[in-house]
T-cell receptor, first 114, second 114 residues
Framework: AQSVTQLDSQVPVFEEAPVELRCNYSSSVSVYLFWYVQYPNQGLQLLLKYLSGSTLVESINGFEAEFNKSQTSFHLRKPSVHISDTAKYFCAGARRAGSYQLTFGKGTKLSVIP | KAGVTQTPRYLIKTRGQQVTLSCSPISGHRSVSWYQQTPGQGLQFLFEYFSETQRNKGNFPGRFSGRQFSNSRSEMNVSTLELGDSALYLC?????????????FGPGTRLTVL
């Protein structure tokens, strides 16, 4: 069965410092991988996704994630965080074949400290 | 283009009652998925509908059911409510419901069971 693991439930970081949110997946078949962000009292918004091709994917607001097949990881990084990045981040996977079903990690609460 | 809308946004019910939640997808989207979000279990997949047919179902008891109408709007119903059903219920829509389609999430319905 496919599973997605986010190793850290909370990550505090000072403003303008770099951050890495970790995500590992396990699956016996190829997967698509996603990062979603959830701001307080809101639904989820897609941050970035890996479907195929280049293993490094970027979002428009400075986040990037690298698909690492050998380590079964899809860690999210940002070189310099802002207060507005404070939110909960979810890593998710979907099987390449079959009908669409996202499997989510438990989420990582990123708190940016001024 | 209007986003995914969910009604009501907040709901308070008592144990044993039933509840119906509504989701209106983005215009043109034919796939609607439902997720339950709780602090303990995180985000869990409930079911997915496409063209009025349930295509995929998560591991939830039969008290949880849903349907989709010809205009792609979807409802989910929970009968005989239990305290543990208190959660944020998220609806997401996508064009065709395949793994490469982006899922757009609504703001959710916060259900509290007393």
């Amino acid at each position: 069965a496919q599973s997605v693991t986010q190793l850290d439930s909370q990550v505090p970081v000072f403003e303008e410092a770099p951050v890495e949110l970790r995500c590992n997946y396990s699956s016996s078949v190829s997967v698509y991988l996603f990062w979603y962000v959830q701001y307080p009292n809101q639904g989820l918004q897609l941050l970035l996704k890996y479907l195929s091709g280049s293993t490094l994917v970027e979002s428009i607001n400075g986040f990037e994630a690298e698909f690492n097949k050998s380590q079964t990881s899809f860690h999210l990084r940002k070189p310099s965080v802002h207060i507005s990045d404070t939110a909960k981040y979810f890593c998710a996977g979907a099987r390449r074949a079959g009908s669409y079903q996202l499997t989510f990690g438990k989420g990582t609460k990123l708190s940016v400290i001024p | 283009k209007a986003g995914v809308t969910q009604t009501p946004r907040y709901l308070i019910k008592t144990r044993g009652q039933q509840v119906t939640l509504s989701c209106s997808p983005i215009s043109g989207h034919r796939s609607v998925s439902w997720y339950q979000q709780t602090p303990g279990q995180g985000l869990q997949f409930l079911f997915e509908y496409f063209s009025e047919t349930q295509r995929n179902k998560g591991n939830f008891p039969g008290r949880f059911s849903g349907r989709q109408f010809s205009n792609s709007r979807s409802e989910m119903n929970v009968s005989t409510l239990e305290l543990g059903d208190s959660a944020l219920y998220l609806c997401a829509s996508s064009l065709a419901g395949t793994s490469v389609d982006e899922q757009f999430f609504g703001p959710g319905t916060r259900l509290t069971v007393l």
